[in-house]
C-alpha cells in the first residue's frame, strides 16, 4: 500500500500518495515515472536513434511498408505423434489460412536419441513428432510441396542432422536446393544457457553451426541457418532486459564464429534470424523488439564491418509466452495471447506463433489452436493496426523504455565481455545463474501478490470445470519403434556403415560435416546413428545444475 | 549450491534437517519449476540435492540412496509421468528407499493423479501451487514419516 505524505511536504509530493503502489515498473524492474514527455526522449542525435521504417539503425522496422506491403507469416508450432498425425495437423493449419509451417519435434528426437534407446521410453510422440530417419521426414512432407512452403524446425542438439533429413526430404520430392525456404532454430548457445537440449560440449558445436553457415550460403540460399532464440531464456525466468541482451549477445557470438571461421560476415549474416518471447509487460515488450533491432544494426555496421544493408536487418518471429499461460481458467489465456501478440506485432515482427489456451494443461487440440491462428486474423485483418508502420514510434514513454532497454542490454554486454565471452560465461553458469536469480524472483512476487496473475492469486475460481485435452496414447512409441525397425531391416545397411565412417573421418579432419550428413540422411541412417557417431568424436555436454 | 555431507552412523533423517533431492526424471528440458522449488527448500532450511536433467529412475535412486534424503521432490512437465514415476517409485523399493517421501511437481492432468498416488508419491502439486504449500506439506510429510519410523 502507498504510504502516507511526509506531513509539511509539498503539494507536489503528496501526489504519490493517491497513487494505487508507492512504485510502479516493469516486469524487468524498470521504474516507470507517472508520464513522460520531451525531456525524456531529448533531440540530439534523435534521427541516429530513431531513424525511418526500412533504414538504419531500424528502429522503427526493417521495411518502409511494413504490414502494408505484406503481413507476417502466421507459423503456428505443431507437432505430435507419428508424422503421419503432424502432416494431417499441418494440412489443417495451411487450409484455415496459415502461411508457413513450423515443426515440433519430440525429446527424444531434440536430443539426438532415437525412438527406440532406453531413454526415449514414454516420450516418443508425446510433445512433438517423432523423427528417426528420412522415412518419418518424407511422411511429415508428403503432399507439401517444398518449394511452395517455408518451414521452421525447432531443432538444435541435431540441427544439422534434421536438416540433412530435410534436405535429403526435398530431394525425393524432386525441389531443389536453392528454392527452399525455411529456418532451422540451431542455435545451441541458448541450449546452454536456458533450454536444455544440447548434445555436444560447446566448442564442437559452434563448429557444426559455422559448417551449416557455409554450406547454406554455396547451396541453399533461402535458409535462415540460425534462429537466435531469446524465447526459451525468457520462458526460463529471465527478464525482458536479460532476454534481450543474452539473446543478442549470442548473435554477436555466431557472427564472431563465421568470421573466425573464415567466412565473410556478408555471406552469412543476412541469413542469421531471431526469435523473441512476447510477455505479459505491454509496452516493455514492444520496447524490447524496437532497442533490438537497433543494437543489432549498429553493432553489424560498426562493431563487425558488415556493408550489405541485409546484415544489419534483424528480421525475427515471436512466440507468445507460454510461461504466461494459466492452468486455471484456461480461456482467459486467450486474452493474454491477444495482447502479446499485439505487442508482436507493434513491435515489428517478420512471423509469429499465438500459443492455444489450454497450452498449460497439455498440448493444444485443433480447437485451441484454431482459436490462437484467428486471434492473428483478427489483429491483422481486423484491428487496423497494420495500416501504419510502427504506429507508436515518437511516443515519449515508448522511445524512452526502448533506449532503457538499450541502456541495461549493454550494461550485460560489458559484464559478459568481462568474462571472457558467452561461452567462458556458460562456463562459468553466468546466464544460469541471473536467468535462476530472476525466476526465483518472479515466483515470490507472485505469491506474495506483488505480481497479480488473474485467476491464480487474484479472481480464483473455487471450482473449475477442466476442459477437453489432447493425449498422446503410448502406442504411438510402438508404432514408431516398429517402422524404425523396418528401416534398419530394409535399408543398405552397407551404404549407412560407409555413410558413418565418412562422418567420422570429416568430424576428425575438420571437413564440413553437411555433405557427410547428407549422405548418412540419404542412406536413410538413423538420427541416433549418426549423433552418436559425433558424440564419438566430440563428446557429451553435461547440465551443471546450477539453481 | 553448498550441502553438508551425513555421517555414515546417523540415522536416516532422524534429526537434523530434512534433506530433499530434487530430481528431474526423463528427457524433459524444462527446469525452471524444479530450480525454483529447490531454492525454496533451501531458504527454507533444508539441504538441497538438484540432480539435473536428464535422469534415468535408477539414476534418482542411486542419488536418493547416496545423499540420504527424506524426501525425492521430482519435476515433470514432458507428459511421461505415467511411465516414469512409477518406475522412480520402483527404483527407490529396489535400492531399499521406500521409505522416502515421494512428491510431483508439474503438468500433470487431474485423471492421472490417483494412478500416481497408488505407485507411492505422497502428494502431486499442479500448476500454480506456491512454494510455500510445498515446503509447508513438506515438513509436515517428513514429520510425520519420521514419527512412523524413528
Same mark, same amino acid.
Given at each position: 500500500?502507498?504510504? /502516507?505524505?511526509?506531513?509539511?511536504?509539498?503539494?507536489?509530493?503528496?501526489?504519490?500518495?493517491?497513487?494505487?503502489?508507492?512504485?510502479?515498473?516493469?516486469?524487468?524492474?524498470?521504474?516507470?515515472?507517472?508520464c513522460?514527455?520531451?525531456?525524456?526522449?531529448?533531440?540530439?542525435?534523435?534521427?541516429?536513434?530513431?531513424?525511418?521504417?526500412?533504414?538504419?539503425?531500424?528502429?522503427?522496422?526493417?521495411?518502409?511498408?511494413?504490414?502494408?506491403?505484406?503481413?507476417?507469416?502466421?507459423?503456428?508450432?505443431?507437432g505430435?505423434?507419428?508424422?503421419?498425425?503432424?502432416?494431417?495437423?499441418?494440412?489443417?493449419?495451411?487450409?484455415?489460412?496459415?502461411t508457413?509451417?513450423?515443426?515440433?519435434?519430440?525429446?527424444?528426437?531434440?536430443?539426438?536419441?532415437?525412438?527406440?534407446?532406453?531413454?526415449?521410453?514414454?516420450?516418443?510422440?508425446?510433445?512433438?513428432?517423432?523423427?528417426?530417419?528420412?522415412?518419418?521426414?518424407?511422411?511429415?512432407?508428403d503432399?507439401?510441396?517444398?518449394?511452395?512452403?517455408?518451414?521452421?524446425?525447432?531443432?538444435?542438439?541435431?540441427?544439422?542432422?534434421?536438416?540433412?533429413?530435410?534436405?535429403?526430404?526435398?530431394?525425393?520430392?524432386?525441389?531443389p536446393?536453392?528454392?527452399?525456404?525455411?529456418?532451422?532454430?540451431?542455435?545451441?548457445?541458448?541450449?546452454?544457457?536456458?533450454?536444455?537440449?544440447?548434445?555436444?560440449?560447446?566448442?564442437?558445436?559452434?563448429?557444426?553451426?559455422?559448417?551449416?553457415?557455409?554450406?547454406?550460403?554455396?547451396?541453399?540460399?533461402?535458409?535462415?541457418?540460425?534462429?537466435?532464440?531469446?524465447?526459451?531464456?525468457?520462458?526460463?525466468?529471465s527478464?525482458?532486459?536479460? /532476454?534481450?541482451?543474452?539473446?543478442?549477445?549470442?548473435?554477436?557470438?555466431?557472427?564472431?564464429?563465421?568470421?573466425?571461421a573464415?567466412?565473410?560476415v556478408?555471406?552469412?549474416?543476412?541469413?542469421?534470424s531471431?526469435?523473441?518471447?512476447?510477455?505479459?509487460?505491454?509496452?516493455?515488450?514492444?520496447?524490447k523488439?524496437?532497442?533490438?533491432?537497433?543494437?543489432?544494426?549498429?553493432?553489424?555496421? /560498426?562493431?563487425?564491418?558488415?556493408?550489405?544493408?541485409?546484415?544489419?536487418?534483424?528480421?525475427?518471429?515471436?512466440?507468445?509466452?507460454?510461461?504466461?499461460?494459466?492452468?486455471?481458467?484456461?480461456?482467459?489465456?486467450?486474452?493474454?495471447?491477444?495482447?502479446?501478440?499485439?505487442?508482436?506485432?507493434?513491435?515489428?515482427?517478420?512471423?509469429?506463433?499465438?500459443?492455444?489456451?489450454?497450452?498449460?494443461?497439455?498440448?493444444?487440440?485443433?480447437?485451441?489452436?484454431?482459436?490462437?491462428?484467428?486471434?492473428?486474423?483478427?489483429i491483422?485483418?481486423?484491428?487496423?493496426?497494420?495500416?501504419?508502420?510502427?504506429?507508436?514510434?515518437?511516443s515519449?514513454?515508448?522511445?524512452?523504455?526502448?533506449d532503457e532497454?538499450?541502456?541495461?542490454?549493454r550494461?550485460?554486454?560489458?559484464?559478459?565481455?568481462?568474462?571472457?565471452?558467452v561461452?567462458?560465461?556458460?562456463?562459468?553458469?553466468?546466464?544460469?545463474?541471473?536467468?535462476?536469480?530472476?525466476?526465483?524472483?518472479?515466483?515470490?512476487?507472485?505469491?506474495?501478490g506483488?505480481?497479480?496473475?488473474?485467476?491464480?492469486?487474484?479472481?480464483?475460481?473455487?471450482?473449475?470445470?477442466?476442459?477437453?485435452?489432447?493425449?498422446?496414447?503410448?502406442?504411438?512409441?510402438?508404432?514408431?519403434?516398429?517402422r524404425?525397425?523396418?528401416?534398419?531391416?530394409?535399408?543398405?545397411?552397407?551404404?549407412?556403415?560407409?555413410?558413418?565412417?565418412?562422418?567420422?573421418?570429416?568430424?576428425?579432419?575438420?571437413?564440413?560435416?553437411?555433405?557427410?550428413?547428407? /549422405?548418412?540422411?540419404?542412406?536413410?541412417?538413423?538420427?541416433?546413428?549418426?549423433?552418436?557417431?559425433?558424440?564419438?568424436?566430440f563428446?557429451?555436454?553435461?547440465?551443471?545444475?546450477?539453481? | 549450491?553448498?550441502?553438508?555431507?551425513?555421517?555414515?552412523?546417523?540415522?536416516?533423517?532422524?534429526?537434523?534437517?530434512?534433506?530433499?533431492?530434487?530430481?528431474k526424471?526423463?528427457?524433459?528440458?524444462?527446469? !525452471?519449476?524444479?530450480?525454483?522449488?529447490? !531454492?525454496?527448500? !533451501?531458504?527454507?532450511?533444508?539441504?538441497?540435492?538438484?540432480?539435473?536433467?536428464?535422469?534415468?529412475?535408477?539414476?534418482i535412486?542411486?542419488?536418493?540412496?547416496?545423499?540420504?534424503?527424506?524426501?525425492?521432490? %521430482?519435476?515433470i %512437465?514432458?507428459?511421461?509421468?505415467?511411465? %516414469?514415476?512409477?518406475?522412480?517409485?520402483?527404483? %527407490?523399493?529396489?535400492?531399499?528407499?521406500?521409505?522416502?517421501?515421494?512428491?510431483?511437481?508439474?503438468?500433470?492432468?487431474?485423471?492421472?493423479?490417483?494412478?500416481?498416488?497408488?505407485?507411492?508419491?505422497?502428494?502431486?502439486?499442479?500448476?500454480?501451487?506456491?512454494?510455500?504449500?510445498?515446503?509447508?506439506f513438506?515438513?509436515?510429510?517428513?514429520? !510425520?514419516?519420521?514419527?512412523?519410523?524413528?
Amino acid at each position: 500500500m502507498a504510504k /502516507e505524505p511526509a506531513a509539511g511536504a509539498p503539494a507536489e509530493a503528496a501526489a504519490p500518495g493517491r497513487e494505487r503502489r508507492p512504485r510502479f515498473e516493469t516486469l524487468s524492474g524498470i521504474e516507470v515515472k507517472r508520464c513522460y514527455g520531451p525531456e525524456d526522449v531529448p533531440d540530439a542525435a534523435a534521427a541516429q536513434r530513431l531513424g525511418v521504417p526500412g533504414q538504419w539503425p531500424y528502429t522503427r522496422g526493417i521495411h518502409d511498408t511494413m504490414y502494408r506491403g505484406r503481413l507476417w507469416t502466421m507459423r503456428q508450432f505443431a507437432g505430435f505423434g507419428t508424422a503421419e498425425q503432424t502432416n494431417r495437423r499441418f494440412k489443417y493449419l495451411l487450409r484455415e489460412g496459415q502461411t508457413g509451417l513450423s515443426v515440433a519435434f519430440d525429446f527424444p528426437t531434440l536430443l539426438g536419441y532415437d525412438s527406440d534407446h532406453p531413454m526415449s521410453e514414454g516420450e516418443v510422440g508425446k510433445l512433438g513428432v517423432a523423427v528417426d530417419t528420412l522415412a518419418d521426414m518424407e511422411i511429415l512432407f508428403d503432399g507439401i510441396p517444398l518449394d511452395q512452403v517455408s518451414t521452421s524446425m525447432t531443432i538444435n542438439g541435431p540441427a544439422a542432422m534434421i536438416f540433412a533429413m530435410y534436405l535429403a526430404a526435398a530431394e525425393k520430392q524432386g525441389v531443389p536446393f536453392d528454392r527452399l525456404r525455411g529456418t532451422i532454430q540451431n542455435d545451441i548457445l541458448k541450449e546452454y544457457i536456458a533450454q536444455n537440449t544440447y548434445i555436444f560440449p560447446p566448442r564442437p558445436s559452434m563448429r557444426i553451426i559455422t559448417d551449416i553457415f557455409a554450406f547454406c550460403a554455396d547451396h541453399v540460399p533461402q535458409w535462415n541457418t540460425v534462429s537466435i532464440s531469446g524465447y526459451h531464456i525468457r520462458e526460463a525466468g529471465s527478464t525482458a532486459v536479460q /532476454e534481450l541482451a543474452f539473446t543478442l549477445a549470442n548473435g554477436f557470438e555466431y557472427v564472431r564464429a563465421g568470421i573466425e571461421a573464415g567466412l565473410d560476415v556478408d555471406r552469412f549474416a543476412p541469413r542469421l534470424s531471431f526469435f523473441f518471447n512476447v510477455h505479459n509487460d505491454f509496452f516493455e515488450e514492444i520496447a524490447k523488439l524496437r532497442a533490438a533491432r537497433r543494437i543489432w544494426a549498429v553493432e553489424m555496421r /560498426e562493431r563487425f564491418g558488415a556493408k550489405d544493408p541485409r546484415s544489419w536487418k534483424m528480421r525475427f518471429h515471436c512466440q507468445t509466452a507460454g510461461c504466461t499461460l494459466t492452468a486455471q481458467q484456461p480461456e482467459i489465456n486467450i486474452v493474454r495471447v491477444t495482447l502479446q501478440a499485439l505487442a508482436a506485432v507493434l513491435g515489428g515482427a517478420q512471423s509469429l506463433h499465438t500459443n492455444s489456451f489450454d497450452e498449460a494443461l497439455a498440448l493444444p487440440t485443433e480447437k485451441a489452436v484454431r482459436i490462437a491462428l484467428r486471434t492473428q486474423q483478427i489483429i491483422a485483418e481486423e484491428s487496423g493496426v497494420t495500416s501504419t508502420v510502427d504506429p507508436l514510434g515518437g511516443s515519449y514513454f515508448v522511445e524512452w523504455l526502448t533506449d532503457e532497454m538499450e541502456r541495461r542490454a549493454r550494461d550485460y554486454f560489458r559484464r559478459i565481455d568481462e568474462l571472457g565471452g558467452v561461452i567462458p560465461a556458460i562456463e562459468a553458469g553466468f546466464f544460469q545463474k541471473e536467468i535462476a536469480d530472476a525466476s526465483y524472483r518472479y515466483q515470490q512476487q507472485v505469491e506474495s501478490g506483488e505480481i497479480t496473475v488473474v485467476g491464480v492469486n487474484k479472481y480464483v475460481l473455487e471450482d473449475e470445470e477442466q476442459p477437453e485435452i489432447l493425449r498422446v496414447p503410448d502406442e504411438v512409441q510402438q508404432r514408431q519403434i516398429q517402422r524404425l525397425r523396418d528401416i534398419r531391416r530394409t535399408r543398405d545397411n552397407r551404404r549407412v556403415s560407409q555413410a558413418l565412417r565418412d562422418l567420422k573421418a570429416a568430424a576428425r579432419s575438420g571437413e564440413n560435416l553437411m555433405p557427410r550428413l547428407l /549422405e548418412c540422411a540419404r542412406a536413410y541412417a538413423t538420427l541416433g546413428e549418426m549423433c552418436d557417431t559425433l558424440r564419438e568424436v566430440f563428446g557429451e555436454y553435461r547440465d551443471r545444475a546450477i539453481f | 549450491m553448498e550441502t553438508t555431507p551425513v555421517t555414515v552412523n546417523e540415522a536416516p533423517g532422524a534429526h537434523g534437517p530434512i534433506r530433499v533431492l530434487v530430481a528431474k526424471p526423463g528427457m524433459d528440458r524444462h527446469d !525452471r519449476g524444479a530450480k525454483v522449488i529447490a !531454492r525454496a527448500y !533451501r531458504d527454507a532450511g533444508m539441504e538441497v540435492i538438484y540432480t539435473g536433467l536428464h535422469q534415468s529412475p535408477a539414476q534418482i535412486a542411486r542419488a536418493a540412496l547416496e545423499e540420504d534424503v527424506d524426501v525425492v521432490a %521430482l519435476s515433470i %512437465l514432458s507428459g511421461a509421468h505415467n511411465t %516414469l514415476i512409477p518406475r522412480v517409485c520402483q527404483a %527407490l523399493r529396489d535400492v531399499g528407499r521406500d521409505d522416502v517421501v515421494v512428491l510431483v511437481g508439474g503438468v500433470i492432468p487431474a485423471e492421472d493423479v490417483p494412478r500416481l498416488l497408488e505407485a507411492g508419491v505422497e502428494r502431486v502439486f499442479g500448476p500454480g501451487s506456491s512454494t510455500e504449500e510445498i515446503v509447508a506439506f513438506t515438513r509436515d510429510a517428513v514429520a !510425520r514419516r519420521r514419527g512412523e519410523t524413528v
